[in-house]
């Protein structure tokens, strides 16, 4: 069982003024998700997600991790990052948050930008 992601999207944003000053860098904000189908849409109640997660976090997390490292040109360049998920209307939150609130997902981003010392994670 593997993720059926539909598209990647990426965002890039540079700002070179900030208040009517110029930054002394750009500052460089980029943003990456995949859309995908919900495995779990339509199912109803689930009392277990673990088998989907285990098969599509690692996958969307590596997915992920490689897109922006590659906008980005090396984990050193990332100072700072957050999540989010979105789903929709024929599943759950909780199928969005499952899948992304895992180190199955977490682990190959942190890895990549040599964050050890916590786990980062918005709701």
Known sequence: MQPAIRKIVTYT????????????RP????????VLANPWAGRGFTEDLSPEIRAFAPVLGETLTNEII?????GEAIEG????????????VEHASALIHTLHFGN????????????????
């Open 13 to 24: 944003e540079n700002t070179l003024i900030e208040g009517g000053k110029a930054a002394p």
């Open 27 to 34: 500052l460089r904000l980029i943003g990456v998700a995949a």
């Open 70 to 74: 590659g906008i980005a040109g090396s």
């Open 81 to 92: 990052y957050g999540k989010a998920a979105i789903c929709g209307t024929s599943g759950e």
């Open 108 to 123: 190959h981003y942190r890895r990549a930008v040599g964050a050890k010392t916590y786990l980062a994670f918005t709701n």
